[in-house]
């Protein structure tokens, strides 16, 4: 007999309720309106709010809906996944459309490209309205982020028509309102996490300005100190230019020091002349480089850490008002308190989490209902929420297909071995072997026929690997959720082997060695080395915590997308045109200056940087990335400013922008999520499960087994049982299991941290209180002072 | 009437007390040995350790010294801030051989550095010795320390010995020895924050070398689907180089990409080949970069704090030991428990702070005695030693000289208005704007003869407003210990006012313009300008951090100081010679080659990098700082590297030292300096203090006043009075008030942090337990478990 599991995941699907709250108040028949409910609908339309207040509560989200049917109904049309994922994708087009519109990488007419951006348009209008139908008048003409959208398609709609209509006077004007598109991307409610972002951003603006000041003072000092030392000397640099003579370049020439792109260039003049100069910049390099960047830093992670708790806070207040709700919504009388009783706790249950199976539901119920009263109080209904989102693996003890299909081969003595085998340690090194073989296979020269066969040998190799796990192990096990391993390797052989057979046949057929799939052949090739830190434990720790915050980094990558649209588009209406690139044989008058004259014998020519320009979206692109790693960009900035020499301002507020605010909001956060890796703890609820897992005799102790381990000891625990006879609480067949820490996120840690806070008998903040809480104070103001210390 | 005050600091000397320990027990009479003491003189010898021991906790000096009076004699002496300062100098004589010694900036013959060298290790010994004698022999033997400053003595004998030798035979040998000389630095007692910190690196080197090893891997990774990738495309570098052909280039040059250093250059050849290219590099930006580097700060910062807390957590426990071996010695029976009895309490705060005034004195009895029982309980007298760490200023209502000596002058109506017009808010206002014009004045053209003139004027205005200062507050407020700016402001203008002087009349008599003088003339007017700082609120917060970190700061120059030293020793031996600087105009051979073809159209050449090399001390410690700003790095490698490729090994473990451990390090540092001083807070016993002080009606307020606004809000504490008549206890002529807390270190913010952990009932661990704490027990091992919760 084999081992399986299966997933129990508490993922409500929105529809589903959407679904069910039609049919629940009779097929056909419409809803309720307010005030013409009788009896037995209204107790399932309150049923049906109170799931829409739990499943909002599981997932945090908090707009504040109205409590009408008709508006619930439409609140989980909004929620409803292809809705979410639609407006993303006509974000991310109107977006895109830079790519399209001159100057473009691909150019479309411009009345292509005007339609499908009112198209945009429309839906995010369309989304708006749908938006202001679900939620309270009040809090809507409120939100700030509505009223930016309205601005935004105003807008956009105006710079349209004027553009269409000088166009057809064929006068050509600036695009200005494109740098308004981000505004859509930010201010969507299904990008939280980039709003929060700004807004940590905004709320640290003032303290980075006191910062900023004074760095820049200690700059202006250091200049003028530049000035008055080096100025008279008549000093050279290497390219022959007067050194230290005009105080703004100075300003500038230091300002770049302070990013250490011209670090040494711009000390050598004066340290040539006299050795005792570089005592000044090291002065200032100590100063402004370590010790104002670490204070730009540490200001940044301070705000971000307060404002992150003030974030987290509301998400948990609101929670808890929303379970608060919903309890009210089903509570009866019972005795002196009130309470939920346990068939309608059942019912919310299903609808919230329709995919839950009736023993994890059991689960869940036992653990709410301690003593079996039939039951739950306020207390134990308000940890649904939290309930809910422990991802509870079912471990069921099922049999491998293959065992069913045909026993008497999959029972044989020899398959019985191959599995022990392919269970075994030595099977992982064995592999990791292979793999750092093949690696010294892959840095070897290509064209030796050996090498080229050896390639097929080890494909063959990591194929045999997946198909004997697969055969030892469950199917649904092995490809479970959380085998973040298996499905990495399987998708990188598998279309390792598709490329490889592709690129072997175009070769055999067309003669003709296709460069992209080699080039796909080669970096799936070596991805597949990188399975082998997962063999080391202490690897797979850190490895986990990154994966662990990469939703959270992609939230950076909104953030950098939106500012680096911003300055792209600037950028292009600033310096279109002024760099060309030609390929390297070309024979275009200018070719080695970039097709500028001006730029004849410049650094920025002969490190042959032409392709770094802003003649379309994705070279912007490029050159803002290389600006934001730092280097050179003084140079870059040489050939971007050939004709404006104030350009440098531009430049000087993408540096202060994306490295002095971004980069290091990016740093604190990487800082924040490894802390609390590092503090990491069960929290209070997640341990409370546990144990009573174990009271109903059927958990499995979770101790650090990861992947294979855990199906390996899951084996051993079925064997123990064939010995004893099947008297224990497993012959079921069912053994839940806390899913692995791995894919907990940062921010349901910090959650849980504040939620220890809330007191329960009290109500907690209104949601209005809710939504204007600010980091000052501490706690909302109706709350006992007891909680309060 | 003027108002003053005056410093009381709880400052012992221990000089004085080793005077004493010889007066106390009978002017010429030798001091009892253990065993023959008689009953009075064993009274006084008891307190004397017992002062020994509530000095060393109010220093927190953690050395466990020998109890009988002889050893606590020399512990005195050992103490004493000459042996110290000289222990230090020829610490600082012994690195700085290195400048005088073969290649030396400043040659001396072999035998006189060999000399001194032979007298600095005399001295370490000494010093060894005499620490030796006052310990207890088996914590000495067991110190690594002290293991390590005598193996270091003996490796430094040895190679001088075998060095001297040899060069009697005229064959040149390696000095290999100078690299153990920063051991003394880390080592001696005195330097206890570097050897934390080294403590803290060696403590973090595990964490870091599985976050190494993984990046390193990723290193590999990325390099060797560069190599697939770009290998065979036949590109050429700006250069005409060979463009990605072998694969340890390829990692050594990515490595570099990390740094960001070569960042355009590296990536350009395949870009211009094709757009799509740069995703590759985006990509390892992105997760070398941002990632890696970060996740090596989060780690750092990490261990950091964590072993910080450790080391607080020790010297808290070691200075409550130090207080109840303190309170065993002088304990007498009263009633059910032991206490302290007033005059013996009297006499040892006499003895450990004889600086202290009598109604300081009083005042800290009254705290501790809070009922006035006559004696001092274990509880109160445990906090002895952070009550006299508490610097509380005695406000002495104390007339300014002048009105003594010639009242009726500093007494009339003008006087009178000439006072208030100081002490207003737009005398303050005026300077700034002084400031500001002076500062235009500075950055224009020196030549013209008004400028020059108005130099003498802008002399002549702060010269005014200092004595102006000094005529309104008393001189001795205003020259007061924590009167940072009113120091800094007179010491530079004075330094300006005897360097103008200087230059006018070199420039006068010798028609020389001594560019020396004229420079620091230059530096010392710009400094002057720094001062306009204190004027914002904000800008004081953020600078009275940064002067706060500032004691901590220097032992991370220590610690740069000593890393740079080896490196620039080993860089010495690795490439002297190798690169050669001519002055501009210079024709020797190669001149524009740094004196090697080699490096001929290199571009280290190019960049006239030529003064950048290992040919003496101070150039070597140059390169060294412009390897940590990281710049350039691999062009000055190229420098460096001209005949041995394997060159480059000694630049990445500079780098890995250098930038990964120490810069990070330095940066944790900041950010939980800022931290602390963010969430910073009196602490109970300052608390306990100022109550006293308000309960005793002596206290002031202490909002946040500073400087010159504390003085004026004297003034009219005082005007007050002259109304009400003198009935409240100002009327003794002083009061006291905390200390500001702009002079509080992060490490005494911390170390209170943790007292609070530390159970009063229990006697703590022993001495031998406290020194072998490691961050893995939280609390040792005979603590109740209550205090270990």
Redesign the interface.
């Known amino acids: 007999r084999g081992c399986s599991r299966r997933q129990l995941e508490g993922r409500a699907d929105l529809p589903n309720l959407a679904r069910l709250l039609e049919g629940a108040t009779g097929g056909s028949r419409r809803l309720p309106r307010p005030g013409e409910a009788a009896g037995g609908d209204n107790r399932m339309v309150d049923l049906l709010l109170a799931a829409a207040f739990v499943s909002d509560a599981q997932y945090n989200r908090n707009i504040p809906f109205k409590t009408s049917p008709e508006a619930v109904r439409l609140y989980y049309l909004y929620n409803h996944w292809i809705m979410r994922t639609a407006t993303y994708f006509f974000i991310f087009l109107n977006l895109s459309l830079a790519v399209f519109e001159e100057p473009a990488v691909y150019p479309l007419p411009f009345l292509v490209t005007s339609l499908v951006e009112v198209l945009c348009l429309l839906v995010f209008f369309g989304r708006l309205v749908h938006f202001a139908k679900v939620t309270l008048r009040n809090v809507f003409w409120k939100d700030t982020k509505n009223i930016c959208i309205m601005v935004a398609i105003l807008l956009s709609l105006t710079d349209l028509t004027i553009c269409g209509v000088l166009r057809i006077y064929n006068v050509r004007s600036i695009r200005w309102s494109r740098i308004v598109r981000p505004i859509f991307l930010i201010n969507f409610a299904e990008s939280r996490q980039i709003r929060r972002a700004f807004r940590s951003i905004r709320n640290t603006l003032p303290e980075i300005t006191?910062?900023f000041?004074?760095f820049m003072?200690s700059l202006l000092?250091f200049s003028?100190?530049a000035?008055?030392?080096f100025g008279?000397r008549n000093l050279q640099t290497?390219e022959g230019m007067p050194y230290f003579k005009n105080?703004l370049e100075i300003v500038f020439d230091l300002y770049v020091l302070v990013t250490?792109?011209?670090?040494?260039?711009v000390?050598?003049?004066a340290?040539?002349f006299s050795?005792w100069y570089?005592l000044f910049f090291?002065a200032f390099?100590i100063v402004n480089?370590?010790?104002f960047m670490?204070?730009f830093?540490?200001?940044v992670?301070?705000n971000y850490k307060k404002h992150l708790k003030n974030e987290i806070r509301k998400l948990a207040y609101m929670k808890h008002r929303k379970m608060i709700e919903a309890f009210n919504l089903l509570k009866e009388e019972e005795g002196a308190q009130f309470v939920v009783r346990e068939a309608r706790w059942k019912q919310l249950v299903k609808l919230v989490a329709p995919d839950t199976s009736n023993s994890h539901r059991e689960l869940l119920l036992r653990i709410s209902d301690d003593e079996q009263k039939g039951f739950i109080d306020k207390k134990s209904f308000v940890q649904l929420a939290d309930l809910l989102n422990i991802q509870v693996i079912t471990l069921k003890i099922r049999s491998h297909p293959l065992g069913q299909w045909m026993p008497r081969v999959y029972k044989s003595a020899a398959s019985r071995f191959l599995r022990s085998m392919v269970r075994h340690r030595g099977f992982v090194w064995t592999y990791d072997i292979i793999i750092l073989i093949n690696?010294i296979f892959?840095?070897l020269d290509?064209e030796t026929p050996y090498i080229s066969y050896a390639e097929w040998v080890f494909l063959a190799l990591y194929i045999a690997e997946i198909l004997l796990k697969v055969y030892t192990y469950e199917p649904r096990a092995f490809f479970g959720k959380n085998q973040f391993w298996n499905w990495f390797d399987t998708l990188i052989i598998f279309a390792a082997l598709t490329a490889t057979i592709l690129n072997t046949t175009l070769k055999s057929t067309t003669k003709y060695n296709s460069q992209q799939i080699l080039?796909i052949v080669?970096?799936l090739?070596?991805?597949r080395?990188?399975r082998?830190?997962d063999s080391v434990q202490?690897?797979r720790v850190?490895?986990n915590t990154?994966i662990n915050i990469v939703p959270t980094?992609l939230t950076f990558g909104g953030l950098t997308l939106v500012v680096y649209c911003i300055f792209a588009i600037i950028g292009m209406e600033l310096f279109y045109g002024k760099i060309q690139?030609f390929?390297?044989n070309s024979n275009a008058p200018h070719a080695l200056e970039c097709g500028n004259p001006a730029l004849k014998d410049s650094l920025f020519a002969?490190?042959?940087?032409?392709?770094?320009n802003f003649n379309n979206f994705?070279?912007s692109f490029?050159v803002l990335?290389?600006l934001t790693?730092?280097?050179?960009w003084h140079d870059?900035l040489c050939g971007g400013s050939v004709t404006v020499q104030a350009a440098k301002l531009y430049f000087i507020a993408f540096h202060i922008v994306m490295v002095i605010i971004i980069?290091n909001i990016?740093?604190s956060f990487?800082?924040e999520a490894?802390?609390v890796e590092?503090s990491l703890e069960k929290s209070e609820v997640e341990t409370a499960i546990e144990q009573k897992i174990q009271e109903l005799g059927m958990g499995v102790q979770e101790d650090e087994l990861q992947d294979e381990q855990l199906l390996d000891n899951m084996e051993s625990a079925e064997h123990d049982l064939e010995g004893e006879g099947e008297t224990k609480p497993q012959s079921k067949g069912l053994v839940f299991k806390i899913a692995s820490k791995r894919y907990r996120t940062v921010d349901a840690l910090l959650q849980r941290m504040f939620e220890a806070e809330i007191p329960l008998e009290d109500e907690g903040p209104s949601f209005e209180e809710i939504l204007n809480l600010s980091p000052a104070t501490a706690v909302p103001s109706n709350l006992t002072s007891e909680s309060a210390a």
Chains 1, 2 share one sequence.
Do not use: H
């Open positions: 006191y910062v000041l004074l003072f000092m003028l100190m000035l008055k030392l008279e290497a105080y250490a792109a011209n670090s040494p260039d000390m050598m003049p340290f040539d050795s570089a090291i390099v480089t370590y010790i670490s204070l830093l540490a200001v992670y301070n690696a892959i840095a290509e080039d080669f970096i090739r070596v991805l080395l990188i082998i830190v202490r690897f850190i490895m990154l980094m690139f390929p390297a002969r490190g042959k940087y032409c392709k770094n994705a070279s490029i990335m290389e790693v730092v280097n050179q870059i980069v990016f740093v990487i800082l490894f802390f590092y």
